[in-house]
């Protein structure tokens, strides 16, 4: 996204790096840039509704709507003060973290946290596919109508962070790259949810990754590395330096990294990072610049490696 990065290896939005002190003992850990935890839609509506709570029915609409106005102006002052705080504590860059779905909500907020000094906007466009009566295109609407909506109010890139639930990834991938994104990340890992067949009742699923779900954002990194019009990042399932080189393989500009820091500790940052320079130097690999995207599938003398003939291939042996 044209950000100055020492290495790969991206902290990703969580609970890791919620607060100044927090992005300071990640960039301390060896990391190349953090995402801020995400800031949700719900944070700023809620913040709008608890001022409504001293509006009456009495009040003229207008009033009304003045609150509405004066929540989302406001929104979670704390947010703005972490970047304001992070930005003070490392040189490292510092991108914010939006969960939305609602472009009327955060295209002033969006400018907001630009302002306040955030590298660049991370865009964290969670919608589940759930309603049968909303079309693909209806879906594919709303992604590109929030980044539109955000990349004409700010001057820092925009990353659009995104699910693998969609009709064609290959086609909205390449529609996002030429509507503002500076970066896809792939992919978005909509939380799980569980059954508690004790209280009958839901209960939250597995929250951490598995260095299993890397296999996902592998394929789909591989196949647009190259074809798209803006960088990409990498997310989910990667919990080693051997993940992280297969990224980069396959055509990652940056890795985030969430769930092996929070099994392993922040020092697995270092840990990583050393154990892919010590990679590079036994493979002849001077620079990351020089093994990202080796192995993608543009680049690749049998582009059917990453498709239909890998499905043929791992029955093989099977029946």
Known sequence: MGLEIGNPLVVASCGLTKSADAVRRCADAGAGAVVLKSLFEEQVVGEMKEQK??????WHPEALDYIDRMGIDLGPREYLAVIR??????SIPVIASLNCVSSAVWTSYAKSLAGEGADAIELNLAVMPSDPKRTAGEIERMYFDVLAEVTSKVDVPV????GPYF???ARLALELSRGGAAALVLFNRFYRIDVDIDRIELSPGIALSEPAEIHLPLRWI???SGRVECDLAASTGIHDARGVVKMLLAGATVTQLCSTLYRNG????GRIRDELSAWMDGHGFESVEAMRGALSSMKSADPELYERIQYI???VGVE
Request: glycine residues 0%; without cysteine.
């Open 159 to 162: 990353a659009v962070k995104i």
């Open 85 to 90: 705080e992070a930005k003070k504590a490392v």
């Open 167 to 169: 009709t064609s990834i």
């Open 313 to 315: 291939k791992a029955l």
């Open 53 to 58: 709570q001293y509006a009456t029915a009495a």
């Open 222 to 224: 591989s196949l647009l």
């Open 266 to 269: 922040l020092e697995s940052i």
